[in-house]
């Protein structure tokens, strides 16, 4: 049974930092795409990124670019959000994902099949 479990998140101040992390059990982790998407209150869950199973290649959202940069320890199951200059709109519960994916980096939710409960992350003004 796979486990994705997310930690890290907090209350943070405008441009304040937090690094998530994303612990994976039950599967083979370094099989996997590992992905970051997240979701605000009324609003769709959307992509912020991911990282191929070596973490040779990486794709962001452009409304975090320069900000966030995602990366994984597959020897510890373990992958990574590290989020500077937080902003308020950066507010939302974060779920890591992960994607049996050979080729690309999946963009949309239905290209991950195993999701995390999510950790909450608030960005205060």
């Known amino acids: 049974q796979v486990q994705l479990v997310e930690s890290g998140g907090g209350l943070v101040q405008t441009g304040g930092s937090l690094r998530l992390s994303c612990a994976a059990s039950?599967?083979?982790?370094?099989?996997?795409?590992l992905g970051w998407f997240r979701q605000a209150p009324g609003k769709e869950r959307e992509f912020v990124a991911g990282i191929d199973r070596n973490g040779a290649i990486s794709s962001v959202a452009d409304s975090v670019k320069g900000r966030f940069t995602i990366s994984r320890d597959n020897g510890k199951n373990t992958g990574f959000l590290q989020m500077n200059s937080l902003k308020p709109e950066d507010t939302a519960i974060y779920y890591c994902?992960?994607?049996?994916?050979?080729?690309?980096?999946?963009?949309?939710?239905?290209?991950?099949?195993?999701w995390g409960r999510g950790t909450q992350v608030t960005v205060s003004s």
């Open positions: 039950g599967l083979t982790f370094s099989a996997y795409v």
């Open positions: 994902v992960t994607s049996p994916s050979r080729v690309t980096i999946p963009l949309y939710p239905s290209g991950y099949d195993s």
